[in-house]
């Protein structure tokens, strides 16, 4: 075999959605229909299948290895590839993925020979036939070698758009789920967000402007989608009501039912109402909405294009849509225990279906990440902990035991009082109930844990 492809584990004590929402490896399934025509390559999604890789790698002898990764990975993705050079010495590890192109310094070491800081077509398809015959690779953009070093780029490059081949994963694609809609399928139609929110990461990657691929392709890729359910992965997929709108007509005229889950912002539902509105009649069964505060103040501080006032309208609109709203909201760390008082009763105005919390994160290479350097609670090296779940900022207006204690009430009311169980049960199905409710219990655990841990540090 030429390459083997790889999705690690994720680490057993990272807080993540990931115990919610489990879903395909988009860019490895791309990266493997760039290859594909010209080598033999098998892609293994470990975070489905424990694999025994010595045993793998003994069995298909590939040339070379590339492994995707995010920053809670880095130590899973080292650990790894020592493994592999200890079966082969001479095989070729290429690390890709958000982690590689934002910090690809991460992965120096003697196992990983290559990191990709940029994704395109041309580039993969050099890198790995230089590789795979044998060929140390010349200059090619987005890569950087072992040899030379890895550093950050002064310029960060967006990837280039690719199409997944979703063939890659089909022995594992009954496992893949958004919540409760299993099996489910990821589509991407356009990169980019306009939004520029203060702590978003996405658009930094992917460029503060929106990049929407040609209709009549992502109309393709919806044709042959098998999975009833498919979550658009977009940033804001409802800002653009004439893209929505062809969408529609393409799903009248080709008579395609399926569900649609989408990210959307508080400002995309109210500028384009009547497009959301039909949208929900071919399909949007829920819409992942940002509302992020219960103050208009830190609004504004984070950039968002909305106020408080904005985001009751916006849920009154996406309940009488009948679309199903997946609120997310943002813990700032100089929150005081009124301010999580106030969340919660936040919540129970806007009514959404399901509500999740996460604490903000100054991630490593972003502004935030200076603005709080002083009151960082984790090092940057310390990479299971930025997961977007684990509090890294050291609160202002009260104990760190005290913030975790309001993270767990606030979680525990959301659970028990907001997040609905009949409602899961009648969407779907008490499988999922008790899948989500584990899922549940994890993160409160983990929560509690860090909680007892502080408690007896302090």
């Known amino acids: 075999m030429d390459i083997l492809l790889i999705r690690p584990p994720r680490p057993p004590k990272a807080i993540t959605i990931g115990e919610f929402m489990f879903s395909e490896p988009l860019g490895l399934e791309a990266v493997y229909r760039v290859l594909k025509q010209d080598h033999e390559l098998l892609l293994i999604d470990m975070m489905v299948e424990r694999s025994d890789i010595e045993k793998v790698l003994k069995k298909y002898q590939p040339r070379c290895v590339g492994i995707t990764s995010l920053c809670i990975d880095v130590e899973t993705i080292l650990t790894l590839a020592s493994r592999i050079k200890a079966v082969n010495p001479g095989i070729q590890i290429v690390v890709g993925g958000t982690q590689a192109q934002l910090r690809p310094h991460s992965f120096t070491s003697p196992n990983i020979d290559y990191v990709m800081t940029r994704?395109?077509?041309?580039?993969?398809?050099e890198l790995f036939s230089d590789l795979v015959a044998g060929k140390t690779p010349g200059a090619i953009d987005g890569v950087q070698s072992k040899k030379e070093g890895f550093a950050v780029p002064k310029q960060l490059q967006f990837n280039e758009y690719l199409i997944p081949d979703r063939s890659s994963t089909q022995r594992y694609r009954h496992h893949y789920s958004y919540f409760g809609y299993k099996p489910s399928a990821l589509l991407q139609t356009s990169q980019g967000c306009s939004k520029c929110c203060?702590?978003?990461l996405r658009w930094r990657i992917e460029g503060a402007v929106e990049r929407h691929q040609d209709m009549s392709a992502i109309c393709r890729q919806i044709a042959d989608i098998d999975e009833e359910t498919i979550m658009i992965v977009d940033n804001d997929f409802l800002c653009d009501g004439g893209r929505l709108e062809t969408l529609c007509d393409y799903l009248k005229e080709k008579r395609i039912r399926k569900n649609f889950i989408c990210y959307s912002s508080v400002h995309s539902v109210l500028a384009n109402k009547d497009s959301v509105e039909r949208f929900a009649r071919y399909g949007l069964k829920a819409a992942l909405v940002g509302y992020e505060s219960h103050n208009s103040k830190e609004l504004s501080a984070y950039n968002k294009k909305c106020t408080v006032t904005d985001s009751k309208r916006a849920s009154e609109i996406l309940r009488g849509c009948g679309i199903d709203v997946w609120a997310s909201f943002i813990m700032h760390p100089d929150w005081s225990h009124e301010d999580f008082h106030s969340l919660r009763k936040y919540i129970r105005i806007l009514?959404?279906?399901?509500?999740?919390?996460?604490?903000?994160?100054?991630?490593?290479g972003l502004p935030y990440f200076d603005t709080f350097r002083d009151r960082l609670l984790v090092d940057e090296q310390e990479y299971t902990k930025w997961s977007f779940g684990q509090v890294t900022i050291r609160p202002g207006k009260m104990t760190l035991q005290a913030y975790y204690l309001e993270i767990l009430k606030t979680n525990l009311y959301i659970n028990l009082f907001m997040n609905n169980a009949?409602?899961?049960v009648r969407k779907f199905g008490w499988k999922a109930l008790f899948r989500i409710a584990h899922g549940s219990l994890k993160l409160t655990y983990r929560y509690l844990t860090l909680l007892i841990e502080e408690k007896g540090t302090g």
């Open 198 to 200: 203060s702590f978003c």
């Open 351 to 364: 009514q959404p279906e399901v509500s999740s919390l996460t604490p903000l994160t100054p991630f490593p």
């Open 422 to 424: 009949m409602y899961l």
């Open 119 to 125: 994704s395109t077509a041309a580039g993969i398809s």
